[in-house]
């Protein structure tokens, strides 16, 4: 009971947690850069706290992440070592579009990708490509309002005509937005919106994500067109969310956060609005901002499969107090049968098989778990090595998890990226020290340290389960 000949193995990053070189080459300014780390950082990524440019006093960690930049050659080289057939990365639209509305392309930023794309194939790594994880030019922010202006779905169509043009027959996965449904709980960050004195968040979340989904459809269009062979995803945060007991109250509450993190998908596959949506809009007094033919685009421009990340999940009560986990993008309240990670994730490899299947079973469309794996505190012995047993742990447990789901209930399931191969910047905190990588890059939450790559106990071990297939995770 194996996975299939054609499963695609390999790591997944993002160029805002990776590349650095902010500044270099043309490259624009991006909400992610001016995202600092820190306690604050929370503040800044969901819009309550507008900045737009970097200020004294805080460290914005993204501004060098680990140099991918300039390391690429080698990190590649390291993947394929391991065995790699698929690397997840994205593109920072700020190489490609400086400013974001300019109508010709920035050529060394288009060049920088070619290259990068190019040495993936030279070791027969599929590469799997993000076109937005989280970014959005700083110029669109402060010119336009990000994503809740409609504009932004036309300076997204620029974009991925460029990229579907220039790396035609080079890449043929896509995914449109990373978990898309992060928007709702970090603005800046998944829309680049800062709220205004005043505004009505509901009205501009949700109006920002009726033009996320508008500008995926024509993404699927435009890819399809440009190349029959592209294969154009969505991306959610997953994680079947538990009640806390089989109180019908609770199990009602536990469908509802379920929806929450369905809905946009359940648009990207289906084509339409659900009616519990609709619905909800309706009391919401949201009218959703329909225009020309929205309707025909989404309704057309289906993807043509699922991916998501997959780190843990969450159990909500109607009863609890709220257990708000500052360093989650999500909240919920405790579960009692499930040991958390150091930032209080909570590790439960089952949930995963619950989550491929729910999935599957909702949609019908082929998935890919495109993130998952554990952020801890490496520690660097006397003699250079790490001996990171508790990542193969989680990892195993979780490919098991993910073996039986394909194996025992028939998912169909593409591929498997775990996040971060390579240690990188955090989204939720900024810190380099939660690590997740088979790769240790010595940098610490500062920003100091010699960049330097070595390989951790981890990378031998998953360089035999891609080896096997998945079938040695011992
Ligand atoms: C996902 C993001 C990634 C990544 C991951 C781990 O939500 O898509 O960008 O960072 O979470 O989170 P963190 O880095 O906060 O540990």
New binding site residues.
């Given amino acids: 009971m194996s996975f299939p000949a054609n499963f695609l193995w390999g790591g997944a990053t993002?160029a805002n947690?990776c590349e650095g070189a902010y500044d270099l080459d043309g490259r624009g300014l991006a909400n992610v850069d001016v995202i600092p780390n820190g306690p604050f950082r929370r503040f800044v990524t969901s819009g309550e706290r507008p900045m737009l440019d970097f200020e004294d006093g805080y460290f914005y960690p993204a501004r060098q992440g680990i140099d991918m930049y300039h390391h690429f050659k080698e990190d590649i080289r390291l993947f394929a070592e391991m065995g790699f057939s698929v690397y997840r990365l994205s593109i920072a639209w700020t190489r490609i579009y400086p400013k974001g509305d300019e109508t010709e392309p920035n050529r060394k930023g288009i060049e920088f990708y070619r290259e990068l794309f190019e040495e993936c194939r030279k070791y027969n790594i599929e590469p799997l490509v993000t076109i937005t994880?989280?970014d959005c030019p700083i110029h669109l922010i402060k010119e336009y309002g990000g994503w809740r202006s409609r504009r932004m779905i036309d300076f997204y169509k620029r974009l991925v005509t460029t990229l579907f043009t220039e790396f035609k027959g080079l890449v043929h996965y896509w995914l449109t937005f990373?978990?898309i449904n992060?928007l709702y709980h970090l603005p800046f960050m998944g829309a680049g919106i800062c709220f205004y004195e005043g505004e009505d968040r509901y009205q501009v979340t949700n109006t920002a994500a009726h033009h996320e989904l508008v500008a995926s459809a024509w993404a699927v269009k435009i890819g399809h067109e440009i190349d029959p062979d592209n294969k154009i995803g969505c991306m959610m945060?997953a994680g079947t969310v538990y009640p806390a007991t089989c109180r019908p109250e609770d199990m009602l509450k536990a469908q509802a956060e379920n929806r929450s993190n369905y809905r946009l998908i359940d648009v990207q596959v289906f084509g339409q609005y659900p009616s519990y949506m609709c619905k909800e809009y309706e009391r919401g007094g949201f009218t959703i901002p329909f225009a020309e033919d929205d309707r025909e685009i989404l309704r057309q421009n289906t993807v043509d499969f699922v991916s998501f990340?997959y780190?843990s999940n969450r159990t909500v009560s109607t009863e609890d107090k709220p257990d708000p986990n500052k360093n989650s993008?999500f909240s919920g309240t405790k579960n009692p049968y499930l040991k958390a990670s150091d930032?209080g994730w909570v590790v439960d490899p089952l949930g995963l098989r619950l989550t491929l299947n729910d999935l599957y079973d909702r949609y019908r469309v082929p998935l890919f778990v495109v993130?998952n794996g554990l952020?801890a505190y490496d520690k660097v012995e006397e003699n250079g090595e790490i001996i990171d047993d508790y990542r193969i742990d989680y990892l195993r447990d979780h490919i098991k998890a993910m073996r039986d789901a394909v194996t025992l209930d028939g998912v169909e399931l593409w591929g498997y990226t775990t996040?971060?191969p390579i240690d990188l910047v955090?989204?939720?905190?900024g810190e380099m020290s939660?690590r997740?990588g088979f790769i240790y890059v010595d940098l610490d939450d500062s920003g100091c340290g010699t960049m330097k790559r070595s390989r951790k106990k981890s990378f031998y071990w998953y360089k035999k389960v891609i080896a096997s297939n998945g079938d040695d995770l011992e």
């Fill in positions: 993002a947690q994880h989280f990373n978990e992060v945060a990340s780190y993008f930032w993130e952020g996040w971060g955090s989204a939720s905190t939660k997740y």
